[in-house]
T-cell receptor
Framework: KAGVTQTPRYLIKTRGQQVTLSCSPI?????VSWYQQTPGQGLQFLFE???????NKGNFPGRFSGRQFSNSRSEMNVSTLELGDSALYLC????????????FGPGTRLTVL | AQSVTQLDSQVPVFEEAPVELRCNYS??????LFWYVQYPNQGLQLLLK??????LVESINGFEAEFNKSQTSFHLRKPSVHISDTAEYFC????????????FGKGTKLTVNP
């Protein structure tokens, strides 16, 4: 089985722009979660989608949004980028929501200049 | 609310020495506990997990962790480390029967020196 894939792997944007990141879960997995990793804050939960519905949301401003498609692929959007949004964005998939095992992708490294 | 504390941000050890990476959690409900490893410029890989049952869980590469409910701990141990174990290790918790939200500790950088 192919693992979780994330595109693009690296991205450079400037302040004020918006960005869309993509995550393709493992085949058969219906839950996709997003995390932000920064040196200062560590790993923080952004949101989880299951069967196209947002199930849980972390403490991030409304500039961070996401969606999930019928094939379980998920996208994350960040509007009006700020320097502090520079981070590694990790996506994880699992078979069910509330389950016990998440598989992580390699991440998208976003740099905001 | 859940929280996970990793007591050491950096742990340097010599090759073939034993190591313990400490993790404590706080939660008012039952939790699942995990250890993830992250090699440079890579995503997270699950090392081991505690869901229920035996409190001692093992990974295929020699790591083990013991769930201690009374001390709310889930420390990671390895009796003899290799240079290739150099990485950052994250302890995480999620609520049993809840969503997939993982709460992570700040991470411990393990450096194995020759």
């Amino acid at each position: 089985k192919a693992g979780v894939t994330q595109t693009p792997r690296y991205l450079i944007k400037t302040r004020g722009q918006q960005v869309t990141l993509s995550c393709s879960p493992i085949s058969g997995h219906r839950s996709v979660s997003w995390y932000q990793q920064t040196p200062g804050q560590g790993l923080q939960f952004l949101f989880e989608y299951f069967s196209e519905t947002q199930r849980n949301k972390g403490n991030f401003p409304g500039r961070f949004s996401g969606r999930q498609f019928s094939n379980s692929r998920s996208e994350m959007n960040v509007s009006t980028l700020e320097l502090g949004d520079s981070a590694l964005y990790l996506c994880a998939s699992s078979f069910t929501s509330g389950g016990s095992r998440q598989y992580f992708g390699p991440g998208t490294r976003l740099t905001v200049l | 609310a859940q929280s996970v504390t990793q007591l050491d941000s950096q742990v340097p050890v010599f090759e073939e020495a034993p190591v313990e990476l400490r993790c404590n959690y706080s939660s008012s409900v039952s939790v699942y506990l995990f250890w993830y490893v992250q090699y440079p410029n890579q995503g997270l890989q699950l090392l081991l997990k505690y869901l229920s049952g035996s409190t001692l869980v093992e990974s295929i590469n020699g790591f083990e962790a013991e769930f201690n409910k009374s001390q709310t701990s889930f420390h990671l141990r390895k009796p003899s480390v290799h240079i290739s174990d150099t990485a950052e290790y994250f302890c995480a918790a999620s609520t049993q029967g809840g969503s997939e939200k993982l709460v992570f500790g700040k991470g411990t950088k393990l450096t194995v020196n020759p």
